[in-house]
């Protein structure tokens, strides 16, 4: 073979080696492509990313929220709903329900709340302890503490920037259950006594942002139970473990049950409900010597004909001495 011969056939093997260099990088050049267009249909969102965030919808607020807008525990975001709400039944009990959300009685529970949840904004500079929890009570049975702590916790269930739990503090004669259904026989003094976990007896409602506690069994000694340390302990727990919680507790009559006494020294707010017209003013006055302990003591008249035009007419302010 001579020299030229050599030549050619060298030549003939660099084209080869150029060619096969052609095709990988032609291969290459299609992978890419393919990437490419697969991250401007993922951009387009023909391909998603991830699992879409989950909708909730508020409708007691008559407004839609996205989960992943809001600022929320990561409890109350996670996990799925224990109870489902009658709201029929609700609606005819006159509650604070989807439908009437933009309703006179929607908008007298936005007055009645609004200092409350002031304080529990303010507590670091306004000095108020525990402001996180709430006592709803009355002088005497029959006033409206349980429709009134109930119609509360439903409309802080509607903050942007808050979840509410229901406590039924009555342990004596509990209506917490009855109202929204519940059949657990388990609850608040369960938990006191350690028979249950804290997961056992709360319920989380499909109402969003609105748990329950229910009173639990009942028990000769609940006044007992009531005021030792455990129950202490876990009041104290249940107030900090997030930040962004409002404990509303349906307590018994101060007048009728030393119960409600006792659990008017474990929060930072009291919230006194009054039937217009009915409940004398020396019963008014011995019942709220009972709350000397609590800070902040609100008022709401229930039952008014002086009202807004359902009824019903609330105010809030303080007790001074």
Known sequence: MNIIEKALEKKAGKSEEIAQADEKI??????????????????NNSVPLEKEPEVVVNTIAGKDKVAGEEKKS????SL????KVNLAHLKDKGMLVPEVSQSQLAEE????KRPILDNVE???SNGIERANL???????????????????ALSIATERDKTVMLIDGDVAKPSISKLFGIESKKGLIDLIEGEVSFQDVVLRTDIPNLSIMPAGK???QSTEILASSAMKKLISEISSRYKDRVIIIDSPPLLAATQGAVLASLVGQVVMVVESDKTPQHIINEAVEKLSSCEVVGCVLNKSRKGFGMGYYYGYGNYAE
């Open 134 to 152: 709430v006592l709803v009570t009355s002088s005497l049975p029959g006033e409206g503490k349980t429709y009134t702590a109930a119609n509360l």
């Open 218 to 220: 009942l028990h000769e």
């Open 122 to 124: 303010g507590q670091d």
């Open 109 to 112: 529970y936005r007055i009645v």
């Open 80 to 83: 799925k709903a224990d109870l």
């Open 74 to 77: 990561s409890r109350q975001r």
């Open 26 to 43: 032609a291969e290459q050049d299609q992978g890419f492509k393919s990437v490419a267009e697969d991250l401007i249909a993922r951009e």
